[in-house]
């Protein structure tokens, strides 16, 4: 059984897409359609890997993306963010919700943007999960 | 302190005069003889010149004549010898001013010395008004010519026509507007027409009674009347009129009209409608290059499933690929189908059809999204609703527009608890009117929300939406005749009318 890698994010198609790229690598997928299912199966199934999405119903990613990293449990897995928006906003946005929340939070093990082809995606993933 | 000249060829005379000339005040410049004179005078020139006529060599005649030439303005005055009445008068009539007789005594030469003053001080007196006049009467001219052609320049770049008559009615001023208006060129019209060959009868008829007639001195204003004014090709131009009479203290002096084109003023209406529609279009382009993004993403996700499963021989895997691909071509065509329906001004396509078949053929078709996003849909059809004429396409599209809206609407609900209800209920409101309602209980709309939702390209849908749903529906809807509209509530959620007019066989 090769390493779990978690997959989050409310598309189906970029789901199926990321999925299948993990599996044609090696790897074991997990799937989660939204914040709260992920946390529940990263607490639950402990991934060594999960790819999350930013733009999301319900939780969006980048709550989530602050719960991983403030868990003393949760914060060395390492994320992979992949999103429709661009990586400075999203920095930004975790910069603004330190100035509130406090705590800082570091840069995501990588960030990329879609739509990634399928050989930069497992070329991040290799690199990260070796 | 003014300047004398005196020429003189007995040393005695001069310096006797001189002295008395320089107790009177007078800078005195003394010569021996006309050519000396003369040479002092050009360097000087003195106002006053006092010359002995007899002199040897260039003598007093001569003298006159030279400064009259060189200085008209030079008051001379000659002494004459005892019985040189003969020369007095001709030095008079050269030009000098006065003349005295030797011996010269104190007074006459007083008086003759006034006497010069006083015409000098009038002639400097004169050239000074008459300079003043020149400069003011070369100013007022200017100033006039300024604000003559700054009001031309007014006149003619107005927009509107204007035509003004004189006091008997006859043109004196056609701006460009009213040559664009009427056909006639300037030339044409001014000084050769009058406000009969231009204005309408009634319209004439009263301008002229304020003008001559009965209703002389009245108050007269046209306030933009809409008529129809006749051009030189015989067309019938629609303008809106504005008139008055013109007064100048209490006496008539002409009328002035000014005329809109109504033709100008609804094309611009036009043309501004047009072009905010194409910038509404241009504004969604950067909506759309996103939504785009993510269906390309989907298509090329796709084929890279169908293409890592055939080469891995899984045939699951490839129907899941397929299905990708598929589902996103399908998103394409309808993101593209939107953007040219809301583009162009389309006919309802007319036919018999049953409301409630297609409002359940969009509930069929969205049930496993429903599923998927945890939503229970519930039909209430009108079963009392027969055949109906309707674009049965186009309203498929509203109805399913609207229900997947209310599904989304339910996915971002933030209670997690809540049971999510999507209802779609059909019912015949009276005999003319059909309505189509379909509610939620998702996360409803706030007053600024839905202040938007159907004037602009907005989505609250993030990434997922293009801001052309509702718009297209709503286009759909007018198109038919009909209206929409939207009740909500923050937290509550949100119920959409549509009301269709019942017609007969279209």
């Known amino acids: 059984m090769g390493k779990k890698v978690l997959v989050v994010d409310d598309d189906a198609d970029v789901r199926t897409f990321v999925t299948t790229v993990v599996e044609t690598n090696g790897y074991t997928p997990i799937v989660a359609t939204n914040g709260e299912e992920a946390m529940a199966k990263v607490r639950g199934d402990k991934p060594d890997l999960i790819v999350l999405d930013v733009l999301m119903p319900r939780e969006s990613g980048i709550r989530m993306y602050r719960e991983l990293k403030t868990d003393d449990t949760l914060k060395t897995i390492p994320v992979v963010i992949l999103s429709g928006i661009a990586k400075r906003t999203f920095l930004r946005s975790q910069a603004a919700l330190t100035e509130f929340g406090g705590q800082a939070v570091p840069e995501p093990a990588a960030y990329l943007e879609k739509p990634t082809e399928p050989e930069e995606l497992a070329g991040t993933i290799k690199k990260i999960l070796g | ?156 770049s107005s927009i509107d026509g204007i035509v003004a008559t004189n006091e008997k009615g006859s043109v004196v001023i056609f701006n460009e507007g009213a040559s664009r208006i009427f056909g006639y060129s300037r030339l044409e019209a001014i000084r050769r027409m009058d406000i009969d060959v231009l204005y309408p009868t009634e319209i004439a008829r009263e301008i002229k009674e304020g003008l001559y007639g009965k209703k002389y001195g009245e108050e007269h204003i046209f306030r933009w009347k809409g008529i129809n004014v006749k051009a030189k090709d015989g067309q019938e131009m629609p303008v809106r009129f504005s008139g008055a009479i013109l007064y100048e203290k209490e006496e008539v002096v002409g009328s002035v009209g000014f005329l809109q084109d109504i033709r100008e003023i609804k094309r611009l209406e036009q043309e501004l409608i047009e072009s905010e529609r194409l910038a509404a279009i241009g504004q969604t382009v950067a909506g759309l290059a996103h939504c785009v993004k993510n269906i390309l993403y989907g298509l090329k996700g796709g084929v890279y499933v169908v293409n890592t499963a055939l080469k891995s021989n899984n045939p699951e895997q490839l129907n899941t690929g397929w299905d990708m691909v598929n589902r996103n071509i399908g998103k394409v065509s309808d993101l593209v189908m939107d953007l040219l329906n809301y583009s162009k001004e389309r006919e309802p396509d007319y036919q018999r059809c049953f409301l409630n078949t297609i409002a359940g053929e969009v509930c069929d078709l969205m049930e496993l999204a429903a599923q998927e996003a945890g939503v229970k849909i519930i039909r209430n059809f009108d079963q009392a609703i027969g055949e109906v004429t309707l674009d049965p396409k186009g309203i498929h599209r509203c109805v399913l527009n609207l229900v997947s809206n209310a599904i989304d609407a339910c996915r971002f609900d933030l ?52 801001g052309l749903g509702l718009l297209v529906t709503q286009k759909i809807i007018k198109e038919h005749g009909g209206t929409i509209t939207v009740e909500s509530e923050p937290g509550k959620g949100s119920t959409f009318a549509i009301r269709l007019p019942l017609r007969e066989n279209v």
């Open chain 2, 1 to 156: 302190m003014s300047t004398l000249l005196l020429i003189d060829d007995e040393e005695g005379i001069r310096k006797v005069l001189s002295l008395s000339l320089r107790k009177d005040g007078y800078q005195v410049l003394a010569a021996e003889n006309g050519e000396k004179g003369l040479g002092a005078f050009r360097q000087n020139l003195p106002p006053i010149v006092l010359t002995d006529i007899k002199m040897p060599g260039i003598d007093g005649i001569e003298v006159l004549k030279r400064v009259k030439e060189i200085a008209p303005d030079t008051e001379v005055i000659v002494i004459t010898g005892h019985g040189d009445i003969e020369l007095a008068i001709q030095s008079l009539q050269l030009g000098a001013s006065d003349f005295i007789t030797k011996p010269v005594s104190d007074e006459a030469l007083s008086i003759a010395l006034k006497r010069a003053e006083q015409k000098l001080e009038m002639k400097r007196r004169l050239k000074e008004y008459t300079h003043d006049l020149e400069s003011m009467v070369k100013a007022a001219t200017e100033e006039l010519r300024r604000r003559y052609e700054f009001e031309d320049k007014l006149i003619q």
């Open chain 2, 415 to 466: 209670d997690r608890k809540k049971d999510c209800v999507v209802e779609v209920k059909t019912a015949l409101e009276d005999k003319d009117t059909v309505v189509i309602e379909v509610s939620d209980n998702g996360c409803g709309m706030d007053e600024e929300v839905k202040n938007k939702i159907f004037t602009s390209f907005f989505s609250t849908k993030g990434g997922a939406g293009t």
